[in-house]
C-alpha cells in the first residue's frame, strides 16, 4: 500500500522560511517525478512545484519562482521543498504527489490531473 507524508508546515511571518518534507512508501520512489501543490479556502488546487525522477528537470509555478526550490533524495525516498521570502498569499494546505503520467512536461507537471498517491497535506500559515 502507497504512503505519502509531507510534513515541515507551520506559522512563519511574512518574510520567513520554511522546508517542507514529504516521504513516500510502497512504491519505487526513484521511478517517478513528485510534484508539490497547494489549496487555500475557497480556491483550487494548484501546482507549486514539480521534480524529474532523477532531480535533473524542476518546474515551478511563476508565482513561487525564485523563492521556493525542490529537491528529492531518492536513496531516502523524500521529497523537499525549500520556501524562503514568504508572503501571505502561500498560506495553504500543500501537499505533495507522485507523477502518473507517461513523459513530463512543463504544462502537465504543475497539473493535478496527472497524479496520483496523495498525500494529507500539511499546513503553510504565513502572517503580515
Known amino acids: 500500500q502507497v504512503q505519502v507524508v509531507e510534513s515541515g508546515g507551520g506559522l512563519v511571518q511574512a518574510g520567513g522560511s520554511l522546508r517542507l518534507s514529504c516521504t513516500a512508501s510502497?512504491?519505487?520512489?526513484?521511478?517517478?517525478?513528485m510534484g508539490w501543490f497547494r489549496q487555500a479556502p475557497g480556491k483550487e488546487r494548484e501546482g507549486v512545484s514539480c521534480i524529474s525522477w532523477s532531480g535533473s528537470t524542476t518546474y515551478h509555478a511563476d508565482s513561487v519562482k525564485g523563492r521556493f526550490t525542490i529537491s528529492r533524495d531518492n536513496a531516502k525516498n523524500t521529497l523537499y521543498l525549500q520556501m524562503n521570502s514568504l508572503k501571505p498569499e502561500d498560506t495553504a494546505m500543500y501537499y505533495c504527489?507522485?507523477?502518473?503520467?507517461?513523459?513530463?512536461?512543463?504544462?502537465?507537471?504543475?497539473?493535478?490531473?496527472?497524479?496520483?498517491?496523495w498525500g494529507q497535506g500539511t499546513q503553510v500559515t504565513v502572517s503580515s
Open positions: 510502497g512504491l519505487t520512489f526513484g521511478d517517478y517525478a
Open positions: 504527489a507522485a507523477y502518473s503520467f507517461v513523459g513530463l512536461t512543463a504544462v502537465q507537471a504543475l497539473d493535478a490531473r496527472y497524479y496520483k498517491y
